[in-house]
Structures are given as structure tokens and as C-alpha cells.
């Protein structure tokens, strides 16, 4: 892995003043020049075995923990703490709101995959209505539902792709630099979804554009974390969805 540990290395040492883990999303809140502010990360599942050895040391007591060394967990094969991990790498991250821009992500590879072969790593909701406004559209997907190809045929797949769009969820469970090394030079690569690090270190990867979660009000999207909400949920509870493109 080269991606996580340059994201590691880029984040401050601050203090961890919360983590809760949903079904569906991780939230980690930090202190960040004498404000909170928080990231998210899918919930990756993992297998449940009854074991002594606890899957997350000090439950309950996290906050303990440095950001460093919660952020450090992106790099485990547990996926709960990787979950974790991942979340305070997005917690610890410098805000550039002048970078962002407000284009739906949807809209986005629309546009630039009309009359294109359109490759995109995960089963988004938008796939009914993005399949009719690009030239061709191949859904990889981990558990493939209806005309999704399964993730084994990424290799056969993705160098076909004038337009990449993959989940963020492929760098919480490792995948995204095995997936960029079957892109075709000059393919618009896109990383989206609230686990994407919105950070210009991505493009230095051959990324060309992120869209990812922002939280605005952390009380609320706390609660919903808390209570299993997905992701619909949180954008009402307080979350906004930013984009950041590299520069041309």
C-alpha cells in the first residue's frame, strides 16, 4: 500500500474526542484548532467470532487513543478498525472549501461518459438512471445484483474504461491501487462516496476526481450513526456532499 500511508503521514496528531460505530457508518470526531470536527468511513463488515481478544481494544475508552493511532488502524486487516481508521483519517483532514465544488458526482460521469464505456466499481443508487446517459455502463460489484459482473472480473473489465468510477469502500478494504493498475492511460478516474478522503494526494494516483462527505452538524449525524442510519439519513441529519477535481 502506498495511498494510505502518504494519507497517514499528511494528517496532525490530535485528540480524539469521539468514535461511534453504526451498521452502516463510522464516525470519528477530533479537535482540530480548538473545534470538533469529524469524518466518516463505511462500516466494514467482519466475520463474528466469540473470542476472548477484543476485535476494538478499550471499547468504550477510545478517545484514549491519539488520531495518529486510531488513523493508524486503516492499515489493519480488521475490517472494523480499518472502518475506524479510515473515519479519523477523514476526521483529521484540513478543510479547503474553496476547492470544493457542488456538481453531483452523477452528473459528472454522465458527462464525460456520453458515448463512452463507463466502468464503475460499486452498485451506486444512480445506476438505473446513469445507464441511460452514457454510451456503455459495466458495474462491478463485490455482491452483484441484477446485470452487475462480479469484482474477479476488474481485470478484464476496467482497461476497457474510458470513464473509472469506484467506491471509496475500495480503499477502506484495500483494493484501489490494484484497480488503478488496470486503468487505461487517459481513462477519467473518479473516487466516490462519504469513505473518500477528500485530499489532493489522491491525484497524484492517477485520480481525477473526488467526491466525498463533509459533516456540518456533528450532534445530529452522531445520533443517526449511532442508530443505524444510511446514508440518506445522514445528509438530513448533517452532512454535505463536496467534490475536489485535479487541476488540468
Not at 15 to 43: K, M
Not at 202 to 222: C, K, N
Request: charged residues 20%; hydrophobic residues 45%.
Amino acid at each position: 500500500m502506498i495511498i494510505l500511508p502518504e494519507l497517514l503521514a499528511s494528517i496532525q496528531d490530535l485528540p480524539v474526542l469521539d468514535v461511534r460505530i453504526g451498521v452502516h457508518w463510522t464516525a470519528v470526531v477530533v479537535e482540530r484548532g480548538g473545534h470538533s470536527q469529524a469524518g466518516l468511513a463505511a462500516t466494514l463488515e467482519g466475520v463474528h467470532e466469540h473470542k476472548r481478544e477484543p476485535v476494538v481494544p478499550f471499547a468504550g475508552e477510545l478517545t484514549r487513543y491519539s488520531s495518529k493511532e486510531l488513523a493508524g488502524w486503516a492499515l489493519e486487516s480488521q475490517p472494523l478498525r480499518v472502518s475506524i481508521g479510515l473515519a479519523t483519517i477523514n476526521a483529521c483532514l484540513e478543510r479547503n472549501p474553496t476547492e470544493w465544488h457542488e456538481e453531483n458526482a452523477e452528473e459528472v460521469i454522465a458527462v464525460h461518459g456520453m458515448n463512452k464505456r463507463v466502468v464503475l466499481v460499486g452498485h451506486f443508487p444512480f445506476v438505473p438512471d446513469l445507464k441511460y446517459r452514457v454510451g456503455e455502463l459495466i458495474v462491478l460489484e463485490q455482491n452483484p445484483v441484477g446485470d452487475d459482473l462480479p469484482a474477479s472480473a476488474a481485470p478484464q473489465v476496467i482497461p476497457q474504461a474510458e470513464v473509472l468510477a469506484m467506491t471509496g469502500m475500495t480503499l477502506a478494504n484495500h483494493t484501489l491501487e490494484g484497480l488503478l493498475s488496470y486503468r487505461a492511460r487517459g481513462a477519467f478516474t473518479l473516487l466516490l462516496g462519504p469513505s473518500t478522503p477528500l485530499h489532493p494526494i489522491l491525484f497524484d494516483h492517477g485520480i481525477d476526481w473526488l467526491s466525498g462527505a463533509v459533516v456540518t452538524r456533528i450532534e445530529p449525524v452522531l445520533r443517526a450513526v449511532s442508530q443505524g442510519a444510511n446514508f440518506h439519513q445522514l445528509k438530513q441529519a448533517g452532512v454535505r456532499l463536496v467534490n475536489m477535481a485535479r487541476a488540468s
